[in-house]
């Protein structure tokens, strides 16, 4: 879709802005140290090894978590528009943006006060819907995940998944069209995860 020139600059800015916030978090929760003589172990704020570079012998991999995670999470984009569960969809959404919002302000501030800090800011963005309440969340929401799952990804693995993600999202709207049926189930449910402009809105149309 073509975005008037107005529109598209707010969400170049609104996604940059999501980015720098993202980047400036996970610098300030992981450590890179040296461990036992190896090199580029990450280690989180409480002292958790996330990553180990360094281990030539180490047996994770990213694949093992991240693929049935995005599984999972297709599953749950399949079905719950195919049935009109509305509910599900509000629930679960409610839970995982509170969840990323948490895990991006705890970066900086005690868990239990970035909890809170979330769940009002998710409570605004429910009971008060509109493009402010809804963006302010959403530049978190996606720095909250970066924190969480960036310190687990290898340059290879970050470079396999694209090309899966890309081939795999090609299929859901292209071929089997559900990601294009998930977006308008979304819409309707008015839960919709992500930037937008809303074009009903008569000061968008000027």
């Known amino acids: 879709m073509k975005h008037p020139f107005k529109i598209t600059s707010i969400l170049i800015i609104l996604f940059v802005l999501s ?3 993202g980047l400036f978090a996970i610098n300030q929760s992981i450590n890179v140290i040296n461990l036992f003589g190896y090199d580029n172990v990450l280690v989180s704020q409480n002292g958790f090894i996330v990553n180990t570079y360094g281990f030539s012998e180490s047996n994770f991999s990213p694949f093992s978590l991240l693929i049935p995670l995005i599984l999972v999470i297709t ?6 528009p195919k049935f009109k569960l509305f509910k599900l969809w509000t629930s679960l959404l409610f839970l995982a943006t509170t969840f990323a919002i948490t895990m991006i302000i705890s970066v900086f501030i005690p868990t239990i006060w970035a909890f809170l800090i ?4 998710i409570l605004l963005r429910y009971f008060k819907k509109n493009i402010f309440t809804h963006h302010l969340s959403e530049i978190l929401i996606y720095p ?3 924190v969480l799952i960036v310190p687990l990804l290898t340059l290879k693995f970050v470079f396999i998944l694209m090309i899966i993600v ?7 709207v292209k071929i089997s069209k559900h990601m294009i ?5 979304m819409i309707k449910s008015k839960e919709f995860p992500g930037f937008f402009i ?3 809105n008569k000061e968008v149309k000027k």
């Open 118 to 121: 979330a769940l009002i800011l």
């Open 19 to 21: 980015q720098i916030i």
């Open 144 to 146: 909250g995940i970066a």
């Open 166 to 172: 890309s081939l795999f999202d090609m299929f859901m």
């Open 181 to 185: 049926k998930a977006s308008k189930f």
């Open 75 to 80: 599953t749950f984009l399949i079905i719950i």
């Open 198 to 200: 809303d074009y009903s």
